[in-house]
């Protein structure tokens, strides 16, 4: 009987969330060198279940849910100030380098924190997330005019009645997962964010250009892009940006991958394969 429960408590102490000062829950699953996940905008860290089920055989897997995010409080979070407070929580709370993984918004957050401290990384991957946003729809945008576009769009956001939000997120995630079951799932986490704090989130990842920040960013980067031709974006579309987005990037390996924008929920095995070679080629 004692070591039953010796070996429940060891269990209880791989899938355990912090409780900290941190604008963001942080679950844990597994053994091994640490892996940091951060979804995409709106998204619960359960986005990300399919894959961590899969790597906590080996690895012990940091899942990230942002405040005001999935249904999580607000508590005066300031996006802004995230990529620092992950920083930190690298810093006390991981005792070995973590390979940062995101996806989406948490690939963009990715590129920040790398860039800012790469030397506290083993490695990143990000999946289908460019360091300039606004750049995929016209090259030669300045930041000024970004900044424009993106509080624009913040302020529509905010102003938008909860309903007709709802109805456009719902068109939106139509044209980014394949799954029936995912779209509502996506949808689910979305409608039950904060839209301030998702507004705020937005405006922040379209109005910043990171491509000089990517310069410093140490570790080899695995970049797995998205493609599909139902879509609108075949690989040639997503092809072309390449230079323009990661042309200063010193270290990386691109992959281009046929699905939807939320191939980590329609597709996990595929990026458990690229991101398993990948982690076991890095030093």
């Given at each position: ?124 991957v990000v999946v289908d997330s460019y360091p300039f946003y606004l750049a995929n729809l016209s ?27 709802i109805k456009q997120q719902a068109s939106l995630v139509g044209l980014q997962s394949a799954s ?104």
């Open positions: 009987m004692r070591k039953f429960i010796l070996a429940l408590l060891s269990f209880f102490n791989t899938v355990c969330s912090f409780s900290t000062e941190y604008h963001f829950q942080v679950d844990i699953k597994g053994k091994g060198d640490p892996l940091l996940f951060i979804p995409g905008i709106g998204c619960s860290g359960e986005a990300w279940n399919s894959i961590t089920d899969l790597l906590s055989e080996k690895y012990c897997c940091y899942v990230v849910t942002l405040n005001g995010f999935a249904g999580r409080s607000s508590n005066e979070i300031e996006v802004a100030k995230i990529p620092e407070e992950i920083i930190t929580f690298i810093k006390k709370e991981i005792k070995k380098k973590p390979v940062l993984i995101g996806h989406s918004f948490g690939g963009f957050l990715a590129y920040a924190i790398a860039a800012e401290a790469g030397d506290l990384l083993k490695g990143v090259s030669s945008i300045t930041v000024a005019q970004a900044k424009v576009q993106a509080d624009k769009v913040r302020k529509d956001v905010v102003g938008m009645p909860d309903s007709l939000f029936n079951e995912n779209k509502l799932k996506i949808l689910n986490w979305v409608s039950k964010s904060d839209k301030i704090v998702y507004a705020e989130a937005l405006e922040y990842m379209l109005s910043q250009d990171l491509r000089e920040k990517i310069k410093a960013i140490k570790p080899e980067i695995l970049i797995i892009l998205c493609y599909s031709a139902i879509t609108g974006m075949p690989q040639e579309k997503i092809a072309a940006n390449v230079s323009v987005q990661f042309g200063n990037l010193p270290k990386h390996n691109i992959q281009f991958i046929e699905g939807m924008h939320f191939i980590i929920l329609d597709e996990p095995a595929k990026i458990v394969t690229l991101t398993s070679e990948y982690l076991k080629n890095i030093k």
